[in-house]
């Protein structure tokens, strides 16, 4: 398993880091995953995925 989310399938983002001199690195922004039970199936869903998911249960 990758760092994706298995219900909406996002993945990590590419940004730039910036030091003080203003020299641009490459960095990744990953997800904030957590493993949950998504129908019966323990999987690994992004934050905004189980904040949705709890929404549509109510």
Known sequence: MGRFCQICGRGALTSVSRSHSNIATKR???????????????????AR???????IKK
């Open 28 to 46: 990744r922004q990953y997800l904030n995953l957590q493993k949950t039970v998504y129908q019966g199936k323990r999987v690994k869903a992004c």
């Open 49 to 55: 995925c189980i904040k949705s998911q709890t929404k």
